[in-house]
């Protein structure tokens, strides 16, 4: 039983941007899309990946393992393509929060102030189209709004990433929580 009991969206489909279950279907879209974008997610992820020897086998491998999630209920992430369905564009992962909190050690302070069904999403969008980033927020809110049933719904990103979190402000946003992983710190904002 996954921590999700709504509906799993099987699409969803803008005149920009096309979201569809993340599966080793798009090993070799996905791995341009990464290779292509490093230094941004590296900022993202605030760490090395991917690396400058990562391997198509080993984005392979990851790509299975969010199929793996997204089959048994523990994490539903997306691969983000054109509306051409030619390129990934990025990616939308949805977890569990307290999974995440659980997971990492994260402060008990923080598990005691959420929920079993709380969501924590996180998405990237490749580095040349930067400039779009607010347009795939806006989509993925509405996406969320419309087609999903989380009660309660986190977006987090690393302090260093701080374009993504003046993009969360923007649309109003507030951050609700701040915890350290190793040498980077994470914020959560509430949607």
């Known amino acids: 039983m996954g921590f999700y009991e709504g509906h799993i969206p099987k699409s969803y489909k803008t005149d920009e941007f096309v979201f569809y279950p993340l599966t080793p279907d798009y090993t070799q879209l996905d791995y341009e899309a990464l290779m292509s974008s490093q230094s941004t997610l590296r900022d993202w992820s605030g760490s090395t990946w991917p690396s400058d020897d990562f391997t198509l086998d080993e984005n392979r491998q990851d ?17 983000i393509l054109n509306a051409e369905e030619t390129r990934v564009e990025g990616c939308f992962y949805s977890n569990s929060f ?8 994260v402060a008990s302070s923080i598990e005691e102030q959420i929920n079993i069904d709380d969501v924590l999403v996180r998405f990237w969008i490749r580095e040349e189209r930067l400039d779009e ?8 809110i509405d996406w969320i709004n419309s087609e999903w049933e989380f009660p309660t719904v986190y977006f987090a990103t690393n302090t260093k ?9 923007a649309v109003g946003m507030e951050k609700e929580f701040q915890w350290a992983l190793g040498n980077v710190r994470w914020v959560q904002y509430k949607l």
């Open 133 to 140: 980033e607010a347009k795939l927020l806006d989509t993925i």
């Open 161 to 169: 990433n701080e374009r993504q979190a003046k993009l969360f402000e």
């Open 63 to 79: 790509l299975q393992g969010h199929a793996d999630e997204f089959e048994f209920g523990e994490g539903y992430a997306y691969t």
């Open 98 to 105: 307290l999974e995440i909190v659980e997971r990492f050690g």
